[in-house]
């Protein structure tokens, strides 16, 4: 009887052992294909981002030598614009050091694991990848729509334009801005929260930008070409802030979804790296918008009247 007992203890453990066996064989096999499908996710996002680098260096060229002319004629420029190109330079600058970090980490077997790189739940990545992904690209939100909106202001309120760019409010608004993505290293839970309470701000400025282009392009007070064109602009500079904001920056409203479904994550991740081509196209129809020009022909035509005189 002790044999037949020791017989089906035997018996019960060799097949936990085979029960063992296959759970952990098919777990193998299914990390196995997860790993493949990340190597596979990555290796995309990696091509977005290399597209985005090549494209986003000659149109950031392209904003600053505008940027330089128009200093250089005597415009002014807002400290909204010169912090939105250096969102978009920061990110261009740190782009390598993160597609040289996921090719030595493609399947995130070790260091900065996939989800660990794209959720940011790891103190241990590196800090350039934080960076590159919350910073710029939460404060580039935000100083697209403002240089919009302080660009359609400018045609029918240029009292506010010179509140909004007054030192006293512009510079406390960026530092709050770049503030912002600094409370991940406090609690970085909160990345989905700060994602949900900067958007509805941006959507904010973005319909108080549409009812001034609206007024703008009703208003037939000076029904003049150089108002017409001004008016175009203005609708030229809504649409481009619109599009970036709903194509390029809504993503960060599904961040929550990023860690349910990583195939959106990725796909999202991949759209906003044309944002360094939409932020620089929006400076320079700023640029073209207000040229400075006016006031040095007005200054040529009392020269010539003074000496008629």
């Not at 007992?5 to 064989?25: R, V």
């Not at 709050?176 to 959507?203: E, K």
């Not at 609206?214 to 070409?225: E, F, I, M, R, V």
């Amino acid at each position: 009887m002790d044999d037949y007992f020791d017989y089906d203890l035997a018996m019960d453990d060799t097949m936990n052992y085979s029960y063992a066996m296959d759970y952990t064989a098919m777990y193998d096999l299914a990390m196995d294909d997860a790993m493949d499908d990340m190597d596979d996710v990555s290796t995309r996002i990696i091509i977005f981002l290399v597209i985005g680098v090549c494209v986003g260096v000659p149109a950031v060229s392209w904003a600053l030598r505008m940027l330089f002319l128009h200093v250089r004629g005597g415009g002014r420029v807002s400290i909204f614009i010169i912090f939105l190109l250096f969102s978009d330079i920061l990110e261009l600058f740190l782009i390598p050091f993160l597609i040289a970090s996921m090719s030595s980490n493609v399947i995130g077997r070790h260091g900065c694991g996939y989800s660990r790189l794209w959720y940011f739940y790891d103190r241990d990545c590196p800090i350039a990848l934080i960076v590159a992904f919350i910073g710029p690209r939460l404060c580039g939100l935000c100083f697209h729509q403002l240089v919009a909106l302080e660009s359609i202001l400018s045609l029918r309120h240029p009292h506010c334009v010179s509140c909004l760019s007054s030192p006293f409010c512009s510079i406390p608004i960026s530092v709050a801005i770049w503030i912002c993505p600094l409370i991940y290293f406090i609690s970085p839970s909160v990345l989905s929260l700060m994602c949900f309470a900067l958007l509805p701000v941006a959507v904010i400025v973005a319909i108080l930008s549409c009812v001034f282009t609206a007024k703008a392009s009703c208003s037939c007070a000076d029904p003049g070409t150089t108002s017409r064109k001004d008016r175009g602009t203005s609708v030229r500079v809504l649409a481009v802030a619109m599009g970036a904001l709903w194509v390029l920056y809504a993503p960060f409203l599904f961040v929550p979804l990023w860690i349910i479904f990583p195939y959106i994550g990725s796909m999202f991740v991949c759209i906003m790296s044309f944002r360094v081509v939409a932020d620089p196209l929006l400076c320079v129809l700023v640029f073209k918008k207000n040229p400075q020009r006016q006031p040095t022909q007005t200054g040529i035509e009392l020269n010539t009247v003074q000496t008629s005189d």
